[in-house]
């Protein structure tokens, strides 16, 4: 696959962060294959793309579906770009068999999604849904300080129409599952019904900087050592709360990072996931108590702050009934399930009626350069996706 | 001073690592002021720099002090550069009072004593005492894979002089102890009469990674969980064998570092002292045979090398007594004291007679930007080994 081979691993992934070059480079290709299709494109100024095929009646919102492009730095080749070559094939069917809408049918691009290179993920479709400010968006900063705002302006996707004034009729996404459930219950589509709730934090712990030789166990104040227990916590906490609780801490850095130097401040963050909201807020509450007693304990000093909340998201009865239909329709073995993950679809779906369609991914995972996922699933998820859109534009 | 402005820091300390550009200017100022004291210079393949003040009878090897001009990343103004400048102020103060020696007197500076930018520690004064042969040297490499002898040639200080070649008579090296013995006995001059032993370790983790969301938490090989227990017991080890074991895990690099990716590898480091070598060994057995258990019981993969073994010291009597019988005449408060931080000294002292001058630093604090030492102190570590330096090159 063309898209796939920008920002190509050697482990047959693909790490093609955010708003950089090769982030550009997918966009292009994207915006050509749209154009090829016969398309019209405009871009928001948080970067997002939409590329509109026109239906019978053009004051109708339109039909949309879409994903993302950006990937993690050890990413696969379909977490995001799945759901938008799904999209591209949906406009090219509809051509290919003359089929006219009633309604506009649009695949959309979303900025960051992923919330790897610039917190929190999902940021450019939450500005589209309201849920953030366009400063806030375009302020996002990398862990070099370089924001969302100059990177975008600088690969020339900073675009001119204001963020959310583009209506939409009803969104539909496709995404591998990224998680085991699928391919253990041996169905091929999950008719997403829910998406677990999300919190996540960034950690700062200041200790102070001595000599690894001469200075005495006891009187240290080693930010690395605290760190590390509230990692293990972390881990403690999700694991109490199975099968349910999810707890990760995915960044640290060590400073000043030196062999023979106690570590004087560690910044790490903290990703807590719950489909269950009091659950979430209880994981919350666990690791305040625990870093408020590690301060006191250990003398160091621990910021905690919580940087993003995702709620718990109950997706759109007539959208979720229109994955469900198209599904059987189709002959498709299938199952309700909770995403595991964020998508842009759940904020998309604070703003017009949102569903989801899921295919199982390899091994369940995801993020990750092995992330694989058979043609076959493939396909019946982009099926799914035309009828449930055909059905939506023509409603 | 002069030397602290290469390199400073907002903080007030000194971050030159070693053969960075700051690296080569400390080496300019230091050459420039020799020079000027009438010295020669030699510099040799590991960049190891003499400066060398002639005797009555140049056939004697040289009576020789010497130290560091690098340091750590958040380093102090005294760590190592003290005991050059004390070696430079050496020979101008035999120039001023026109004393002539017998055996000639040099100053040496020794490469990247540090083992922060390059690991191990004293790397340039161990291939100058044959501990590491001249090849091993000149390929450590940087974290982001740069070698010495890249580096040195870079700067300028790729010398021809073949290491370890260079005569010495007898080596006295001046210090901040690094430590709080000296400040809380309040005493002068610590006469330094071992230093303890180290070993240090390098350790990879190798698990999967996978997406936070919805991978559920009894499937995933977390390598950061993994490394936080090996934190968590390095310490412990540490803390066991009060008032003596020392425990530090101080570099730590996370990958793919990305907030919502379950952490697929860590490496890290660790760094265990002891003033008896048997305690040293048991520190060694305790952590392999926990990294061992953790691997069986995580399905972590997890390698575990040590990269250095420096073997507890002893100093030669005679150079002890030196510093004991100059400190005693000059009517400053000492006592006896173990380094606990290693030191080109060290090396050394397996070819030539050596001993070690400490003096004390503010709250026994190094290896950061606030480390501090008194005028007052500073000039009775110099006078201690002027007069050390004396009686041994007319001896
Ligand atoms: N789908 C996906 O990987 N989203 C990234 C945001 C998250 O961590 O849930
Ligand atoms: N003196 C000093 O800080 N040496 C660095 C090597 C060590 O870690 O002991």
């Known amino acids: 696959m063309e898209m796939a081979q920008i920002g190509a691993t050697e482990k047959g992934g693909v790490c093609r962060l955010a708003l950089t ?46 994903s993302h492009l950006d990937t993690q730095p050890t990413g696969g080749k379909f977490d995001g770009v799945y759901g938008v070559l799904a999209g591209v094939e949906v406009l090219r069917t509809l051509n290919d068999y003359g089929v006219e809408t009633e309604a506009p049918v649009e695949v959309a691009v979303w900025t960051n999604e992923e919330g790897s290179r610039f917190a929190p993920a999902m940021v450019a479709s939450g500005v589209f849904a309201g849920v953030f400010d366009l400063a806030y968006g375009l302020s996002r900063a990398d862990l070099d300080g370089k924001t969302m705002g100059q990177e975008l302006t600088r690969i020339g996707y900073a675009g001119s129409e204001p963020v959310g ?36 934090y960034e950690i700062t712990l200041t200790g102070q900087e001595a000599h690894a030789g001469p200075t005495p166990m006891p009187i240290r104040k080693d930010a690395l050592v605290g760190a590390a227990k509230i990692v293990t916590e972390v881990n403690r906490i999700g694991m109490s709360l199975q ?43 666990d690791l305040r108590a625990f870093t408020d007693k590690l301060a006191r304990d250990s003398g160091l000093t621990i910021e905690v702050t919580q940087i993003w909340h995702s709620p718990v998201v109950t997706f759109h009865d007539k959208c979720v009934g229109a994955v469900r239909s198209a599904t059987r329709r189709l002959g498709y073995s299938n199952m309700e399930i909770v995403s595991g993950a964020g998508h842009d679809a759940c904020y998309i779906n604070r703003v017009a009626p949102t569903g989801m369609i899921f295919i199982p991914c390899e091994d ?17 998820g982009g099926n799914v996706l035309l009828h449930a859109m055909i059905e939506a534009a023509n409603a």
Chains 1, 2 share one sequence.
């Open 21 to 66: 070059d090769l982030d550009r480079d997918g966009r292009d290709l994207f915006i050509k294959w749209c154009k090829d299709a016969g398309c019209t494109i405009t871009v928001d100024q948080m970067g997002n793309i939409f590329a509109r095929r026109p239906g019978k009646n053009n004051d109708l919102p339109p039909i949309m579906t879409g």
């Open 165 to 200: 004034q583009h209506p939409v009729g009803a969104y539909f996404e496709a995404h591998i599952e990224q998680g085991p459930i699928l391919e253990h219950e041996t169905r091929t589509i999950g008719v997403v019904t829910h998406a677990q709730g999300q919190r996540w």
């Open 243 to 285: 099968p349910f609780g999810r707890s990760t801490v995915g960044l640290m850095q060590v400073s000043p990072n030196s062999r023979n130097t106690i570590p004087g401040s560690v910044f790490m963050t903290v990703d807590f996931r719950n489909p269950n909201e009091e659950a979430l807020t209880g994981m919350d509450r």
């Open 364 to 380: 369940g995972i995801s993020h990750n350069e092995v992330e694989n996922a058979t043609p076959d699933d493939c396909a019946a």
